[in-house]
């Protein structure tokens, strides 16, 4: 198969007509199928429905201890929840705090007060001229939202097959006091689903920061969400690995249930240092009484213990595995050796990232959404919405059926084509 670069323009004005008449067909069909953000699919949120059944009226709300889950108390969350997701995290329950539903508003909130009141008492950032973040790209959105409404600078940094490039980060965290935080994603990147290496959270670890208050964000959004039982990739633990290198106040770890139970109604936890988590609790005491322990009890009840949670993720794994080989095998047959894009294929995780040719993400998203194929904007992977190739296009095939799947790939592949052969015709 020849590549587009070695059409000729006849060659390549020929391709178009013909792709444009397929593309037409589609548009008739007047589809609408939502491929923009990694939601579980009902299907998956149907895995979860027996959650409802382990809490009713006749059920012991008392945790094992005899504390009651329906009254106030127990700041940090109920003590099975905390060995839960201690557990989960890899790390041990003293070291956790369980909050809300949401790991993101645990991010922000502790963005927001390090604004407001600083990081075990260094300067609020609020009193400062200037405040930093580095961005690992292309990068979750959400994440640069939260350091972007902040009024935070962001930094992009490339990432690499092993994580974000450390020369880089060593660097610029070792140099510049004005950079206060790096936003990770280490396992099942959002939106590449690559893993970090031995070697890249280990550098991680034994930074040499400016900066009393540098922080790593560690968002560990999908440490349990494999897509195969026999190929995981598995990291290190970074709050160990931190200890041993001397820095154990270097990290926040995130974690939560959303892609777990029910998105937006699962449970999301802080794992820290001692000194991390005290810091934590001062503006807990203050801003609640604390978070929503019945439900932390239904998610114990639920799932258990760690092999509870693990063995529920295999059957997110058999709804989505063939969902991500669908659209992969999809961009394998139609795209490879044309010399117009290419894509990671990931062992776990919610997405597909794509690169198509320089200048042609947006062209690609927009093309696709006049055929009534909803997708993640382009640029969103970037900070401030802005990708300086204007290539990287994020694929969340969780949420239409397999059938679905298939056509929304379909109009796709068909949008990459025109609008690469729009870009060589114009070159």
């Known amino acids: 198969m020849k590549s587009y670069q070695e059409l000729s323009q006849e060659e390549l004005l020929d391709l ?19 491929m923009s953000r990694g939601k579980p699919a009902k299907c998956q949120r149907d895995l979860s429905n027996g959650m409802m059944d382990v809490l009713n009226s006749t059920v012991n709300m008392r945790t094992d ?52 009141n600083g990081v075990c008492g260094s300067t609020p950032w609020s009193k400062l001229d200037k405040v930093k973040f580095l961005c690992p790209v292309p990068g979750y959105d959400r994440h640069f939202s939260i350091t972007e409404y902040f009024g935070i600078e962001m930094i992009n940094v490339p990432l690499l097959p092993t994580g974000p490039d450390m020369d880089i980060v060593e660097k610029l965290v ?12 280490p396992k099942y990147q959002n939106p590449t689903g690559i893993s970090f ?31 195969y039982e026999d190929a995981q990739d598995v990291i290190l633990e970074i709050i160990d690995e931190c200890k ?57 009840k639920f799932l258990k213990d760690l092999n509870g949670i693990k063995e529920h993720m295999k059957k ?28 990671l294929r990931p062992k776990g995780g919610y997405f597909i990232s794509f690169d198509a040719l320089d200048g042609c993400a947006k062209a690609i998203v927009d093309k696709a959404g006049e055929a009534g194929v909803i997708m993640t904007c382009a640029g969103a992977t970037y900070p401030y919405g802005k990708d300086p190739c204007d290539s990287n296009i994020r694929i969340a095939p969780s949420f239409p059926t397999p ?5 929304a790939a379909e109009v796709f592949v068909l949008s990459v084509k025109l609008v690469s052969i729009d870009k060589l015709l114009n070159k």
């Open 65 to 116: 201890a005899g504390l009651d889950c329906r009254n106030y108390g127990l700041l940090e969350g109920i003590p099975e929840a905390l060995k839960l997701m201690g557990d989960m995290a890899e790390v041990d329950a003293k070291n956790v705090i369980v909050y809300g539903n949401s790991s993101l508003n645990v991010m922000f909130d502790t963005i927001s007060r390090a604004m407001t």
């Open 403 to 407: 059938k679905e799947l298939a056509v």
């Open 16 to 34: 178009k007509a013909d792709l444009e008449s397929k593309f037409e067909k589609i548009k008739r069909q007047e589809l609408h199928l939502d």
């Open 316 to 343: 997110h794994a058999d709804i989505l595995r063939p969902k991500f080989e669908t659209v992969l095998n999809i961009l394998e047959n139609e795209l490879d050796g044309l010399g117009i894009a290419s894509w």
């Open 197 to 227: 290496s031995d070697e890249t959270v280990r550098r991680f670890a034994n930074l040499k920061p400016a900066a009393f208050d540098f922080r790593i964000y560690w968002d560990n959004a999908y440490s349990v969400h494999h897509l």
């Open 244 to 300: 041993k290198a001397g820095n154990p106040d270097l990290v926040y770890k995130f974690s939560s249930t959303s892609k777990i139970t029910f998105p937006g109604s699962g449970i999301a936890s802080l794992a820290a240092s001692k000194a991390n988590i005290e810091d934590a609790k001062k503006q807990m005491f203050v801003q609640t009484i604390g978070h929503d322990k019945v439900n932390q009890l239904r998610h114990v």
């Open 174 to 185: 070792a140099t510049d006091d004005t950079i206060k935080g790096i936003w990770c994603v």
